[in-house]
């Protein structure tokens, strides 16, 4: 007999078309849309979680890259082995932008435990934020 897979609300969060609220059965995917929203969560945000998160702000204008990616890592796999033990985290590899865009983009490579034959997922959590002249953050979106 074969189980069924686990439903799981679709983030971000939607009206299906058939009216109700969007899901999805893919594990994989529901693996992916966890990771991004510890990622896309800094700590102290959710107050009644004021652990969950990655404090990716902390780290926006470090100039090491190396330095940066280090510690992301190493932040993302405990909070990863805390909220989400169904991955083992390889790396997180903040995509430094050399523009003007206000967007960071961090790449995160995991291996699921369910299936660790498989080869290296990729979830990828980007974000943006408006600073304005004086250099104050005014909003930032995640996701």
């Known amino acids: 007999m074969r189980l069924r897979e686990p439903v799981a609300i679709d983030l971000p969060f939607r009206v299906g078309a058939d009216g109700g609220i969007a899901t999805t059965r893919d594990v994989g995917k529901q693996i992916r849309q ?3 929203s510890i990622v896309g969560t800094e700590p102290g945000e ?4 004021s652990v969950f998160g990655v404090p ?14 280090n510690e992301l890592t ?8 805390m909220w989400e033990r169904g991955v ?3 790396e997180v590899v903040p995509i430094p932008k050399r523009d003007e865009s206000a967007i960071a983009t961090i790449d995160i490579k995991y291996t699921r435990t369910d299936a660790p034959e498989s080869p290296i997922d990729l979830a990828r959590s980007v974000h943006s934020a408006s600073i304005d002249a004086r250099g104050r953050l005014k909003e930032v979106i995640r996701g």
């Open 46 to 49: 959710r107050v009644m979680l």
């Open 56 to 69: 990716v702000l902390h780290y926006v204008f470090e100039p090491s890259a190396d330095i940066v990616s």
């Open 34 to 36: 966890r990771i991004v």
């Open 88 to 90: 083992i985290v390889n």
């Open 74 to 81: 190493e932040i993302t796999r405990k909070q990863m082995n």
